[in-house]
């Protein structure tokens, strides 16, 4: 696989993240934990039918414990962490500050063996964070210091998905099977964390169950398996970047099912997001 393969595999996440907001938006009221709970539990799932039709079992006990405990830590930790910043502080500051992710990635991945972080990337990254901004703070932004907890959280949650992806670079002979595991593993915390601090709520009809399904397959399933194999085998930095894609995509797909109001706001997001895309990828040719 090249490069540039590993590179456009790693973005379908980006594509598939994109699709979180409208299938949660079907999955209410079910709450966020138990929500977690059930997808990850379709995502494990699903990885193991890939590993039994592939590699084969033995190939997950040939993976060290310390691997399952990182990439659990790193799936149940961020959105944990994710959950619990929209609780405390309002959801567009606490989106805002936990989508610094991918600007983290991009300035922390010249610390990587073998990779060399440029102007261009950096400067990519802001343009791109700064089109994102626009579309998750387009309500406004309003400032409190009652919810400094939810911006502190918000703030982990980035650091936590920056350093799983980072470390899953360094990672990078651990096999991409190994995700089934740390999704059945995230399930299992997230069950337990449910049963602790929410109230059960099963889906109200087939279609509500149906968007839970389809984010278990999808956003919340193979979304990881590509974004794994994206951050071992291609261009992080341009990865990196491309993500903040998804904020843009998202409210295109909000827009076309009818969930979201089209502005132009929207268009000059667009615009931004693919001109730091295309400056980060400038910096990555110039290599």
Known sequence: MSRTQATVIGFSAVALWALLALFTVGTAPVPPLQLNALCFALGG????IWVATTDGF????????????????GL?????????ALRLAPPAEA??????????????SGLLPGETLKRLHILGALVAFAGAALIVARGGIAASATALPGYG?????????????????????????????????????????????????????????????ALGLGPVGLAFYTWDLGVKRGDIQMLGTASYAAPLLSTVVMIAAGKAAASPVLVLAAAMI???AFLAALGSRSG
């Open 76 to 84: 149940f930790g961020y959105h944990f962490l994710y959950f619990s």
């Open 153 to 213: 959280l918000a703030l982990l949650c980035a650091l936590t998905w920056s350093s799983y992806s980072l470390i899953s670079r360094r990672l990078g002979s651990v096999p991409t099977a190994a995700v089934a595991v740390y999704c059945l593993l995230t399930a299992a915390l997230s069950g337990l964390a449910h049963v602790a601090l929410e109230e059960t709520v099963w889906p109200a009809s087939p279609l509500g169950w149906g968007a839970v399904i």
């Open 274 to 276: 693919a001109a730091g």
């Open 95 to 108: 989106s805002l500050i936990a989508y610094l992710w991918p600007l983290l990635i991009v300035v922390f």
């Open 58 to 73: 033995a190939v997950l006990r040939q993976i060290s414990w310390k691997v399952y405990a990182f990439g659990t830590a």
């Open 45 to 48: 799932a699903i990885g193991l």
